[in-house]
Each structure stands twice: as structure tokens, then as C-alpha cells.
């Protein structure tokens, strides 16, 4: 962790072990760099005090695994690399880009193609659910219990992705109804990075929304030059299993009467956004881990957004982040927030390591909106 008045005139002494006595979200190298930063910190302490109390409620998971997933891991007993190595499934096909080491070998160029849990059948949900649900889902025991999923299955490290997008549809549903949604659902999906490599987890809508197709277009300067601008992937199963006599190796078996089809466009969304419109208009933008306060080309894109009144969602990794990315859009839309920041309970169920702050962090961790 960095001190937190790096860059403001005077070198760092040494590692930031200081942290402040009232928050204890940000820490120094020195007392002397801590007193020059209070001007800058004294407006956000009592904030970031308020957010520390809730660390708990951000850590608390219903796996067997939570404690070493989230405390462990922000305390260094663990990391993301111990965590994956243990289940077999370090730099594993589409496990390769959860951990530090994986983010430098991410090759975006990998086919997209890329079908496999590297897991057995008992972990993973690889065909059809038992039955249809009967009510919305509302947390992650509640998702694995409906998939006769172990609670010692990690795949929640990757299906967080879906999973919120299910979540913020429900939390969007009165507007969208407000549309005209037939068969089709129509989705802008905004900067995305590791699930590239990933895109085949998007095949658990087919359990969540069974009632719809669905088109998520994805859109961002991630995306590779030619070799995936305009790539198409139509996804009518799920993600198998590494049992060789499972029902999911058979695509007669669990082949979908729906489909997801996801189509990859590279650049900004407002540079995109006429190539876009050319073939549907959106039910939902979503920008998962949008960081719209840290990245000034958010600004066109958000007063595209606003002139829509399509609802979208942001998700970021940390309530500090998600409020500082509501003031920005608040700013830009002279708006409220259609959706307050509010805790996503499908957020990544494992902490991010080397965070700005001491505040736990989890991907897709809070959601709000415009």
C-alpha cells in the first residue's frame, strides 16, 4: 500500500505502516507526510471512519473458503495466487487472469472459445438447473443452493459477472418493463477487461433469464485491434465440467432453447455508439468496476447515457470509489442517482490485493446508477 501523500513535494521515507488514527483507511510513510495530506484527508476522514465500520458486512460470505478468501488475503496470511493453486486452477484457461501474476500473461487475443470449469461436476453448474426459480435470487447461498452447487466451489469467483448483471436487470425491472421487451433483452456492456478471456460464464444466463434471449454487446478500448473488433459469440450451454461422462459433453443434453450472443466492439462507447444503434437500441448499460472518477472519457460517454434515459449501472470495487463516481456523474447528468449506491450481494467473493485504501475490496463490490 502506498502512503497516501505520495507525489506531494517529499519523497516517502519508507513503507506506509502509519496509518490514521481516526479512519485507519489511509496510511503514511511518516508523521510529517500525514500532516501535509490532512488538508486533502480531513474531508473525507469521517466518510471513510463510517465505511470501515462496515468492513465486516463486506467480508461476510456463506463459503466454506470466505475467511481465507477475504481475511486472510487482506491481512497477507494469503493471496489470490495460494488461493487458486490449492484448487488446481492457477493460470488455468479462464481462471488464468485472477490473480497478479495472470494480469501481465492475459493474452486478449485467446479464443473465445475457452468452455471449461477445469472443475468436477459437484462444483460447478454445467447443465440445466433442477428446477425453474421461484423467486428472485437475493444472495449467493441462495444461487448455489438453486444449482446443487458445494458451497466449497470458487466458481463465484467468476460468475460474479452474470450474476450482477441478473442483479442489476432486477433492480432495473420497472424501467425496463417501460420498453418494449419481447423475446429479445438488448445490453451495452462497458470496458471490459479480464472477461475476455471469461465470456463463456455469460452461458449462466441461459439458467438465470430462461424466459429471454439475450445480446450483450461489449465495448471497450480493451478489446483487441482487428483479430476481435466485431467478433461474435453465440452461447447455447453452459460452462462444462471436467467429469468425462457428464451430460454437459453432450450438447443435445443441455443445449438451451435460448441463446446469449455476444458481440465485441472495440473503443469508447461514444466513439461506438453509432455502430451500435444500428442494430438495437439498449434495455440496460452496465459498466462493471467502471472507475468513472479516476478516468476523465467517462464524461462524454455518461452525457450520452443521460440523454438515453436507458437505465445504467456502475459498479466499483469500494464504497469510497462508488461515491466519488457518483458525484462525477451526478455533476455531469445535473441529476440524482436513479439507483443509490447500495451493497451488490453477488459482488466477487474474493478481496483485491494492494488497494489505495485499507477498505476491503471486492469486485463489482457496490452498485449505483443514472
Known sequence: MECAAKGRGTRCVGPAIRRCARCGAVAYCSLSHQISHWSDHEQECERLEEQMRDADILNTFPFTFSEEATLQILKEKESRCTFLSKRSIHQRGIWSCECSCGVSNTNHNCPASINCWNLPSTLVPCSDPISSLSKQLSCWKEYYDWRSISLDS??????????????????????????????????????????????????????????????????????????????????????????????????????????????LLKGFYHDRFKDLMKDSFPHLIIAPNAGVAAYPSWMETVELIHGLNTPAVFTDFCEEAAHLAACCLSSATGCKLALPIQLNPFRQPMAVEDTALHVPCYSNCFLFGI
Open 154 to 263: 470458487p466458481v463465484a469467483l467468476l460468475l460474479h459477472w452474470p450474476l450482477t448483471i441478473y442483479y442489476a436487470l432486477q433492480l432495473n425491472d420497472s424501467r425496463i418493463r417501460r420498453r418494449d421487451v419481447s423475446k429479445l433483452i438488448n445490453i451495452h456492456y462497458l470496458g471490459p477487461d479480464k472477461e475476455l478471456i471469461q465470456l463463456a460464464v455469460f452461458g449462466e444466463l441461459l439458467a438465470l433469464i430462461p424466459d429471454y434471449d439475450v445480446h450483450i454487446d461489449f465495448v471497450g478500448p480493451a478489446i483487441p485491434d482487428c483479430s476481435r473488433d466485431g467478433e461474435t459469440t453465440h452461447l447455447h450451454s453452459y460452462v462444462r465440467c471436467d467429469d468425462r461422462d457428464c451430460e454437459c459433453k453432450d450438447p443435445s443434453e443441455t443445449s438451451s432453447g435460448s441463446v446469449v450472443t455476444m458481440r
